[in-house]
């Protein structure tokens, strides 16, 4: 009863301390508006979401240590936290050279092997529950179904449910909305966003990392650039184990459905061009699926 007291308390400070202060629209995601002030000369970022960021609180700590910040509490849909000054590594890599391009994503790597060490029993013996595996997936296709994706994205079901649903695998800690966007570039390198956190499957997560790769690259060269710096400094995985994941039906499954989602996005915006793209890479993956069967 105590802690709940101190909790409502500390909350109801941070609530005051927001309005206190003078809100500067700063940008808007998929689910957030993000607004700047100013306090005691610092600048901070307010961040009200849609989502439910109950678990994100629970874990800052262990968020802070990637994001380079610490997390302010204000209820179950903001949070607050020092404003980290820097380039998004998607506006980076656009004025790097080759060197410096290779030691970043070096780094991304070696960051994101980091993050997959951390294990489902991490958060169990803090008594926070997950949904299952099948359902994150279920509920990531939900959220992306549209008129013109709904037949690809049944197909990507019934192959996840032949041959992913019952799947063995250690379930680890998972950032959820990887993007060049999300990672700022201040000497070091730090993960923002923490909002779609998940336990799962790590695979899914890599498949997720390397198609936002291929989205975002100039050539197939400087995708596979990017690719071989991140899995090079990708410690969790050998050599080998990096083969076995690229080649396995996992990963050809998972990319299908961040395909889906990039041809979404593409064809929602009238790029015909990139469109078509995904559109071509989703046929492929089809038809490598059909053979599984």
């Known amino acids: 009863m105590q802690l709940i007291t101190l909790i409502m308390i500390l909350m ?3 609530n005051d301390i927001i309005n206190n202060q003078t809100l500067t629209f700063f940008s808007k995601g998929y689910a957030n508006n993000l607004y700047l002030f100013k306090k005691s000369g610092e600048i901070f970022v307010y961040r009200k979401s849609k989502l439910n960021l109950a678990n994100v609180y629970i874990f800052a700590k262990l968020f802070e240590k990637y994001a380079g910040t610490k997390y302010n509490v204000i ?6 936290y020092k404003y980290i000054p820097g380039t998004s590594l998607n506006d980076l890599v656009k004025t790097i050279d080759y060197k410096k391009e290779k030691q970043i ?10 993050i997959h060490t951390i294990q489902k029993k991490y958060f169990l013996y803090r008594g926070v529950k997950y949904d299952s595996w099948p359902d994150i997936i279920y509920k990531k296709i ?3 179904k549209t008129d013109t994706s709904k037949d690809l994205l049944d197909f990507f079901k019934r192959k996840f449910d032949k041959h992913l649903k019952r799947k063995s695998f250690e379930k680890r800690l998972c950032h959820g909305d990887f993007s060049l966007r999300n990672i700022i570039y201040n000497d070091n390198l730090f993960i923002i966003d923490w909002d779609k956190f998940f336990v799962g499957d790590v695979y899914f997560e890599l498949s997720n990392i390397l198609s936002r790769l291929f989205n975002n690259s100039r050539s197939c060269s400087e995708y596979d650039l990017r690719k071989d710096c991140f899995f090079k400094g990708y410690s969790r995985f050998t050599k080998k184990e990096i083969e076995i994941f690229l080649t396995s039906k996992e990963y050809k499954i998972y990319s299908l459905f961040f395909t889906i989602e990039f041809f979404n996005h593409w064809n929602k915006l009238g790029v015909s061009d990139k469109a078509k793209l995904f559109e071509n ?3 492929f993956l089809i038809n ?3 053979s599984l069967d």
Request: net charge positive; hydrophobic share 35%; charged share 25%.
């Open 12 to 14: 109801l400070t941070k």
């Open 142 to 144: 939900k959220e992306s």
């Open 105 to 114: 994503f070096n780094q991304l790597g070696n960051i994101f092997s980091k």
């Open 288 to 290: 490598w699926m059909d």
């Open 75 to 80: 209820d179950n849909h903001s949070i607050f």
């Open 281 to 283: 890479r989703a046929n």
